[in-house]
């Protein structure tokens, strides 16, 4: 079942441009979340956002922002690439105080060069 | 990560076999979930966990608070069970329960 949207599938870009990728889900939940799943497949949360709140930021660098118009899109946006940010990033929601498992969509993968 | 650790980190089956993946918590985990990743790199879930036991089809997991560990165990392994399986363990981190996923235990299921 696809209920969370990333776009693009896959992104090439070069050191210091930005990027900006998109992530809707029709789950209708209250909370959505930013991954990043590097090379060795390590999946660390850098972001999640509950009723167009910020309520987690893993000391992730400046560049990374988030932008959500309304609870149900989480857009990721990085000023300035790296090649360390050359990963996959996965966008996930679910309901906050249910406890709910959290739903993944496909995910976006970033190759600066 | 360290916080959450699992084993195998690699596994290979014969179809039709039964195995067994684990998952350690040095963290105060109050919920664990299963996922499993496929080829195509999708992230699907198969198992939310409070303490006690669940089953769906030829999976079952456990998920042990006291002894903070969960266990996924496959039964009569199939050729589409292959890929990499996470566990994610979630605990309290100020306000907010997050996700600490583990390093994920490859899997491939082989005729």
């Known amino acids: 079942e696809t209920a969370v949207f990333q776009t693009p599938n896959y992104h090439v870009t070069q050191v210091g441009n930005e990027v900006s990728f998109n992530c809707k889900q029709t789950?209708?939940?209250?909370?959505m979340y930013w991954y990043k799943q590097d090379s060795k497949k390590l999946l660390k949360i850098m972001f999640s956002?509950?009723?167009?709140?910020?309520?987690v930021n893993e000391t992730v660098p400046r560049r990374f922002s988030p932008q959500s118009s309304d609870k149900a899109h989480l857009n990721l946006r990085i000023k300035s690439v790296e090649p360390e940010d050359s990963a996959v990033y996965l966008c996930?929601?679910?309901?906050?105080?249910?406890?709910?498992?959290?739903?993944f969509g496909p995910g976006t993968r970033l190759l600066v060069l | 990560g360290d916080k959450v650790k699992q084993s195998p980190s690699a596994l290979s089956l014969q179809e039709g076999t039964n195995s067994a993946l684990r998952c350690n918590f040095s963290?105060?985990?109050?919920?664990v979930q299963w996922f499993l990743q496929n080829p195509r790199g999708s992230l699907i879930n198969l198992f939310y966990?409070?303490?006690g036991t669940k089953e769906n089809g030829r999976l079952k997991s456990t998920f042990n608070s006291k002894e903070s560990y969960s266990t996924l165990h496959i039964r009569d392994a199939q050729l589409e069970d292959s890929g990499t399986y996470f566990c994610?363990?979630?605990?309290?981190?100020?306000?907010?329960?997050?996700?600490?996923f583990g390093a994920g235990t490859r899997l491939a299921v082989c005729p």
């Open positions: 996930a929601s679910s309901n906050w105080g249910d406890q709910d498992t959290q739903y």
């Open positions: 789950l209708g939940h209250d909370t």
């Open positions: 956002y509950n009723n167009k709140q910020l309520i």
């Open positions: 963290i105060a985990a109050t919920t």
């Open positions: 966990l409070v303490p």
């Open positions: 994610a363990a979630e605990a309290i981190s100020g306000s907010f329960n997050k996700l600490t």
